[in-house]
Each structure stands twice: as C-alpha cells, then as structure tokens.
C-alpha cells in the first residue's frame, strides 16, 4: 500500500521553509519533498522523506510516483524574473517544463489512486505587465484579468502555466473517448512581494525590500536598486504560508477562479527604508537605481484586487505593514543575527 502523502518540490526555498514548518506541525499528512539541493538539516529532520534532485528528471517523478500516494501538491520550485532574464530558456525548462512535468505527476496519480490531487500553484504579481509607469499609478488596484501582458520570461512562464493547470483541471485530452479532466484540481495564487524573517530571496526583482531589512539587521550596507517612490504589493511569508494552506482547505465548490491575487500591504520603497530605520537606526542604506530592474519593477501593479480571495476562501492576512516589521520580521530577524 502506498501511503498518501504531501508533495513539495522547490522545498528547500523560501516558502518551503515556512510551509514545512507548519505542515509539520499540523503534522497531518507525511511530507515528501524534492529539491534540487539537499535540505537544510533543520527541514529535513521534519520530512518523512526527501528527494534530492530536478523536476525535470522525469524518472525521478516516476520513482516518487509508484512510492507515494500524492492527493496534495504544493509546486514551488521555479526560477525567479531576475535570475530568468540571464537564463530565459533554463527559465522556461524550468518555470514550464518543471510545472508541466508536475501536472502530468498529478494526473497520472489521480488516475491511479481514484480521488483528484489537489495542486497548490504560486504565481506572481510577475504575471501582470503595465504599461508604462503612468498607467501603473493610474490602474491602482488591478484585478486577475487586467494587463495581463508581462514583460519578463518569468512572468510569461507564471501566466502560461495558470492557464496550463486550468486545462488540466477542466479540458485535458477533451477528445479523446475517456475523457480524463478533473484528476488534477489546480488552485492558484499571485503572489506579491514576499519578505520572509528566516531567509533572503534569491534572484528575484521584489528582493530590494527583504534585501534591505537582512541587510539593517546584520549591520551591513545596502544600496536599493528602485527609487524610493516605487510601489508594489507585498505580504509577510506567514500569511502568505497561511494563504496556501487556506486555498488548499477551501471546498471546491466555493472557488469561482483558478487564480487569485493577494496582497497584504504595498508600501513605497522609501517607506519600507524609513521603517527599516526606525528599528535599525544605524542602518546605512541608499538608493544606487538599476534602470533595468527599476523597468521590471514599474510593469508591476502598484497594489492588487484581492477581493475574490478573501470573499470564496476568506483570505485574511494578519500582517499589515506595521505589524509585519513590529511582530514579525524585526523579533525574528534580531534573534537570528
Ligand atoms: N518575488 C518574485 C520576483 O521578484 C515575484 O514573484 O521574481
């Protein structure tokens, strides 16, 4: 008999670190997870097993597949919009090979253990692509089906692979005598900016503003690369834990969308350095503008829509901007430096 367990792939990462955390301690399904690197010893003594390896090695999935009963998929391995400009095809082997190669898992274990497997997918506020900056301000709050028009081979990847897990969910193979849809129940969210107190993204574009705060607490210099008036939406890596476990709870019946968008707070740059210094007083940041970046930065919605999530599955971030560095990020970050 196989034993039906949670599957994380990208686990060793930002999110999979807090999610393991709390998976663990909920402590109702086994964890299997599958990295590329192995993971930090203190995750992995919460796992039941861990695969060390790519999700683009197929016979790897095909292993975990005839081990495992997987009814719960959390797909989080991806390369993020900076590093994928240096490597746009390693992005889309990666970013859509990767997630493609994770839904056909999901199908074929659907099919094989009887009930659909419920598949949590990160996008990202990368999915969007304003314009220009004036249209940005003017937008305000945009909802999932607005500008959809990114700019980054990261954000296509992201917005390609919603619609890839939609056409499992509800068209897959649509032709054929026995038609097998509805094996693989895709839920997503778009992401905005994450700052986790327990580790520093690595590669993407929202990374100035974990960068910034790591940087107070451990005493050294940084040098923000968007100006001070830039806004994007952010959220404290809790809620956005909490989020996915959320969705991944919610009955079928109430979700009206495949995507929805979340968003917590969306301070300016400037703002998060004033708050940066108001807990680290001695902080020695300044503004050195990429003019690169600063563009990725500018496509992305000052804030967004995040109504029909908290309406079909009652997302509630707990962290506002204040709360977030007051009762998260500053006690947690000053006992780990
Ligand atoms: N944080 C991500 C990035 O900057 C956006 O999803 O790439």
Redesign the pocket.
């Known amino acids: 008999m196989r034993k039906p367990v949670v599957l994380i792939t990208g686990a060793g990462g930002e999110i999979g670190h807090g999610l393991i955390d709390t998976l663990a301690g909920g402590g109702a399904r086994a964890i299997v997870t599958l990295d590329v690197a192995p993971l930090d010893p203190s995750l992995a003594k919460k796992v039941s097993r861990e695969f060390t390896g790519s999700i683009l090695d197929k016979g790897l999935l095909e292993r975990i597949l005839s081990e495992f009963e997987v009814d719960l998929v959390f797909h989080l391995a991806a390369l ?5 400009e240096f490597s746009p095809v390693t992005a889309h082997e990666v970013n859509v090979e990767g997630t493609l190669n994770l839904l056909e898992f999901a199908q074929k274990e659907g099919e094989s253990h009887g009930r659909p497997v419920t598949f949590l997918y ?5 999915a969007f692509g304003l314009p220009s900056l004036a249209a940005k301000m003017a937008a305000g709050k945009v909802r999932e089906d607005q500008f959809t028009t990114p700019t ?1 081979m ?2 296509c990847n ?1 917005l390609y692979c919603e619609q890839l897990g939609a056409y499992y969910a509800n068209h897959y193979k649509q032709l054929s005598k026995d038609p097998q849809s509805g094996r693989v129940d895709f839920r997503a969210v778009r ?4 700052i986790s107190a327990l580790t520093v ?1 690595s ?5 100035y503003a974990p960068e910034m705060i790591h940087a107070a607490a451990k005493g050294e210099a940084y040098a923000c690369f968007v100006r001070p008036a830039t806004q994007i939406p952010f959220m404290a890596m809790p809620d956005g834990v909490d989020a996915l476990l959320k969705l991944a709870a919610a009955p079928r019946e109430s979700l009206t969308q495949t995507v929805y968008n979340l968003g917590a707070f969306a301070p300016t740059a400037g703002q998060v350095h004033e708050e940066v210094l108001r807990a680290f007083p001695d902080a020695k940041i300044t503004f050195t503008i990429d003019e690169k970046r600063q563009g ?1 930065v500018d496509s ?1 919605p000052a804030d967004v829509d995040d109504s029909a999530a908290r309406r079909d599955w009652g997302f509630a971030p707990q962290y506002d901007f204040e709360r977030a560095f007051r009762d998260y990020l500053i006690p947690t970050i000053q006992e780990r430096y």
């Open positions: 993020l919009s900076t590093r994928s990160p996008s990202s506020i990368a980054t990261y954000g992201k992401f905005p900016g994450l993204p590669g993407g574009t929202s990374d990725i992305w």
